[in-house]
């Protein structure tokens, strides 16, 4: 297995609190990205990172930022959730154009 | 633009019929890349095939096979003696070159639910 871990797995939150997910990864990989699944949706690319400090929009970046201050951390930060940002978020890593191995899933639900 | 679709939404089938998962994408370049995804109820995405857009030989994997062909855009998927345990949400996707960033960008499309009933 590809080593990733995403965390928390689980989170509970309210409408307008600060919400950060993590991504870390083993595999010294090069590139790393956030997705959220929502039914009816697949998965949606939200940022990518494509280095330390690289990072770069997805198709539905608003209300989300990112950073990546070393190779294996990538930070997805809702600055002010709101309740049309509760999804399972997936973070993934890949050596480019090889395939994107997946973390276990985050499951964010805002009241 | 780039595009996967997957119009089966969700199909059943019962154990042992044969099943085929239809994805059609469309790209504007010569040279990307697909891919297969199964999701299982436990929630994580599991790797299941790659193929480049150089290559359209079938593959053949135990009962899974897939039929790439570039003429009609489409990359399908079939499990032929479907079991229990294929059941699933099936993931096509399209990775292909950004022009910034030197990265890929993947598209995937919104997944068919197979359900194999016993």
């Known amino acids: 297995d590809a080593g990733i871990t995403q965390s928390p797995r689980h989170k509970v939150t309210e409408t307008g609190t600060p919400v950060t997910l993590r991504c870390h990864q083993t595999?010294?990989?090069?590139?790393m990205y956030w997705y959220r699944q929502d039914p009816g949706h697949g998965l949606r690319l939200i940022h990518y990172?494509?280095?330390?400090?690289?990072?770069d929009k997805g198709e539905v970046s608003d209300g989300y930022s990112v950073s990546r201050s070393k190779t294996e951390d990538f930070l997805l930060t809702l600055e002010s959730a709101t309740s049309s940002q509760t999804s399972v978020y997936f973070c993934?890593?890949?050596?480019?154009?090889?395939?994107?191995?997946f973390g276990d899933g985050t499951r964010l639900s805002i009241l | 633009a780039q595009k996967v679709t997957q119009a089966q939404t969700e199909i059943s089938v019962v154990e042992k019929e044969d099943v085929t998962l239809d994805c059609v994408y469309e790209?504007?370049?010569?040279?990307?890349?697909l891919f297969w995804y199964k999701q299982p109820p436990s929630g994580e995405l599991v790797f299941l095939i790659r193929?480049?857009?150089?290559?359209?030989q079938n593959e053949i994997s135990g009962r899974y096979s897939w039929n790439f062909q570039k003429s009609t855009s489409s990359f399908n998927f079939t499990i032929t003696a479907s079991q229990v345990v294929d059941s699933a949400v099936y993931f096509c996707?399209?990775?292909?070159?950004?022009?910034?960033?030197?990265?890929?960008?993947?598209?995937f499309g919104t997944g068919t639910r197979l359900k194999v009933l016993a």
């Open positions: 993934a890593i890949s050596p480019n154009n090889q395939p994107q191995h």
């Open positions: 990172s494509y280095g330390v400090k690289d990072t």
């Open positions: 996707a399209l990775s292909e070159p950004r022009t910034t960033s030197g990265t890929y960008k993947y598209i």
């Open positions: 595999e010294n990989h090069r590139y």
């Open positions: 193929r480049n857009s150089f290559d359209e």
């Open positions: 790209t504007r370049d010569t040279t990307y890349y």
